[in-house]
């Protein structure tokens, strides 16, 4: 089976990726793309691989390209995507799918116009215990949920915001602070594992740092079936070692999830459920293998446009609600 073939535009995050895609088996990393020269050629050089300055040189110079990995600022995201979708190749967004669900429908519908797949990465979805509690949940192996909570809590510096250009803790590019940026993994999560809360209370606000955004956010939800939600994410913690725990409870037991990305965990269950638990992996463990399986085998994405735009709305009722001030119901998202 010939390998899918990749190129990778933006190298900030995008050089982890590069990697990740270099390193398996059954993809084929063909160039990287920066608009920042040196860079370029630096993870171009450490990879063995051509570089190049945009897109548009990329799809000219190597038409072999299958699938572009779209690493830019999170507000750019629809944009590459449709270039990319139009140039007829699949496409995979990093988290968020972009800032707003108007641009993630763009890309929805470039993509399905011209007959790609698009996929979300979010790295968390494909870790085994968080998979193994989505289905414990799912499939009522801890009762009637309870309680859902979430906490990322990390530094970052001043000069982590006003690097390149100054777009992160932005409204157009970043599309919020530590929720929008950081904490959008745990809401991935939640969202994944509790499904769309029929209402959201959220406070966001600057401590510690100059950006438009926030660097400090609580968030309370209220589920359809009557559990409750938390989320909490700053990025003012005094460590730069993120603090990342997911933790779910119900009338019959309870997962803690102290390292959402490493796998440690704490269980509270009846006897045998782990055990069960235990028997349940993630079918894909990176972005690049699920690719795989969609282009190459037809396979349904982990996260498609359309789960990867249900994270991008809530990220919009989460903000309408700290601006207002007030609990607001979350209303349907829309084509």
């Not at 990329?58 to 995201?77: D, K, Q, W, Y």
């Not at 157009?172 to 530590?178: L, M, P, Q, V, Y």
Request: include cysteine; aromatic fraction near 8%; proline fraction near 4%.
């Amino acid at each position: 089976m010939e390998p899918v073939k990749f190129a990778v535009v933006g190298l900030g995050m995008g050089h982890n990726r590069s990697r990740v895609i270099a390193g398996t088996e059954g993809a084929k990393l063909v160039t990287v793309v920066d608009i920042d020269e040196e860079r370029a050629r630096n993870v171009g050089t450490e990879l063995n691989v051509p570089w190049t300055l945009s897109l548009d040189e990329a799809l000219n110079r190597f038409p072999e390209i299958e699938c572009v990995v779209v690493m830019t600022p999170s507000g750019l995201h629809a944009e590459v995507g449709c270039q990319a979708a139009e140039a007829g190749k699949h496409v995979i967004t990093t988290k968020p799918m972009d800032v707003s669900v108007e641009a993630c429908n763009r890309l929805i519908k470039t993509c399905e116009r011209k007959g790609v797949h698009l996929m979300v990465d979010f790295q968390s979805r494909y870790v085994d215990n968080n998979v193994r509690l989505a289905h414990a949940v799912q499939h009522g192996w801890l009762g009637r949920p309870l309680l859902a909570e979430f906490r990322f809590k990390w530094w970052r510096s001043q000069a982590y915001y006003d690097e390149r250009g100054g777009w992160r803790g932005t409204w157009k590019f970043d599309g919020g602070g530590s929720v929008a940026n950081q904490g959008v993994h745990g809401l991935d999560l939640l969202l994944w594992v509790m499904g769309t809360p029929s209402a959201v209370y959220a406070e966001s606000v600057v401590m510690s740092h100059k950006i438009e955004t926030e660097d400090l956010s609580l968030v309370i939800f209220d589920f359809p079936n009557g559990a409750k939600g938390a989320m909490t994410t700053t990025t003012t913690f005094p460590d730069a070692s993120p603090y990342y725990s997911f933790e779910v409870h119900g009338t019959e037991g309870g997962v803690l999830l102290d390292d959402a990305l490493g796998g440690v965990g704490r269980y509270f269950l009846k006897e045998g459920v782990q055990e069960r638990m235990q028997e349940i992996t993630s079918p894909v463990k990176n972005v690049a293998e699920d690719a795989i399986r969609v282009i190459r085998h037809g396979a349904r994405p982990v996260i498609d446009g359309r789960e990867g735009r249900r994270t991008v709305h809530m990220l919009e009722m989460i903000y309408k609600s700290a601006r207002e001030g007030r609990k607001i119901p979350v209303t349907p998202v829309t084509d």
